[in-house]
């Protein structure tokens, strides 16, 4: 709050540098236009009339709000100082085409300030806090640094949280929530500004889902020689980028897949993972030489085949063989 309310003194002290820019001694009209529109808070709610932003983000349209509310007032105040100095004597003509000319004055010196009151205004406004009605300015807040959101991408549709302070520190993240079946993507800058550019291009995004998302997403393919592919994970890339393939001066080769949709770009990563398992499993195992085997001596051969008749008769002879030698070892 101290921030907004030290940037609403300087421009009050240098409201009397503007005269020649603007042609004339505007340093009265600034000073009043200012006391004017330093309590005015950006608007909760996009109004239901309709106007040529409706396409835009929330986030978007109420800016746009705000910026008409400054213009409208900046204006009205220069037509009521021009009146003070008209006098009955003029005519009603001439006094429509002066307070015309103040109007449209005003309304570009308010726009002015509005650009430049606006940011501090988004900080306030994400930290929960407003500018009170009478000017008084809160205990100081820590600075604010870092604004992020959050966007919880399914495949049929998409949840954006609203820009709010972040602890983290700027940059992109993206992962697979396999349980709920979606990608949670999340962005953080180090200005209001760029979160709040972002956010709006996610809600037109939103809104009009044939379009395709502020951001791409892709994987890398790294071929080296006859070995698996290495597959990098999915993540975002420029809106502008498209699938491509170099190689690199050691000789890899590099093929990088583009795709409008993360759960697109998901399933394809799946294709290759896939067929690098297959490739795996199928892949020949490496051959070792055997050790050597002494190989044992053969059995002595022999001669002929014994039929069973002949093995008969060889059992009869060597039992009739066997009762000869008992019989002559007897004593006489």
């Keep these: 709050m101290e921030h907004y309310q030290n940037l609403v003194e300087n421009l009050h ?82 006094q429509n085409l002066i307070v015309s000319g103040a109007e449209s004055i005003g309304r570009e010196i308010g726009g002015e300030y509005a650009g430049k009151l606006y940011p501090e205004l988004r900080r306030l406004q994400i930290a929960g806090l407003e500018i009170e009605a009478e000017g008084k300015s809160l205990p100081a807040q820590s600075p604010i640094r870092n604004y992020g959101f959050t966007v919880l991408n399914y495949s049929n549709c998409l949840d954006i949280s609203p820009v709010e302070i972040s602890d983290e520190p700027p940059g992109r993240e993206l992962f697979y929530d396999g349980i709920n079946e ?60 498209r699938s491509q393939e170099k190689t690199l001066e050691n000789g890899i080769r590099l093929e990088i897949k583009v795709f409008p949709d993360p759960h697109q770009a998901f399933a394809e990563r799946r294709k290759y993972l896939k067929a690098n ?20 001596e053969p059995p002595p051969k022999v001669k002929g085949k014994a039929t069973p008749a002949r093995q008969k008769a060889n059992i009869e002879k060597d039992s009739e063989s066997r009762r000869t030698n008992i019989q002559n070892r007897r004593p006489r």
């Design 182 to 241: 979606r990608f949670i993507e999340k962005f953080v800058f180090p200005s209001v500004e760029e979160a709040d550019i972002l956010h709006n291009a996610w809600e037109i995004h939103q809104k009009n889902p044939d379009r395709n998302p502020p951001l791409a997403y892709s994987f890398t393919i790294e071929r080296d020689g006859e070995d698996a592919p290495e597959i990098s994970s999915v993540e975002h890339a420029d809106p502008f980028a």
């Design 13 to 94: 002290h240098e409201a009397n540098h503007y005269a020649v820019k603007d042609g004339f001694e505007s340093e009265i009209l600034r000073r009043a236009i200012l006391s004017r529109i330093r309590n005015l808070n950006i608007p909760k709610e996009v109004p239901e009339k309709p106007t040529r932003f409706m396409t835009a983000g929330k986030t978007e349209r109420l800016r746009t709000e705000y910026f008409y509310l400054v213009r409208d007032i900046s204006g009205q105040t220069a037509a009521e100082m021009i009146l003070q100095e008209l006098t009955e004597r003029t005519p009603k003509f001439l």
């Design 277 to 296: 398992r297959e490739r795996n499993n199928t892949a020949p195992l490496p051959k070792k030489p055997l050790p050597e085997k002494r190989l044992a």
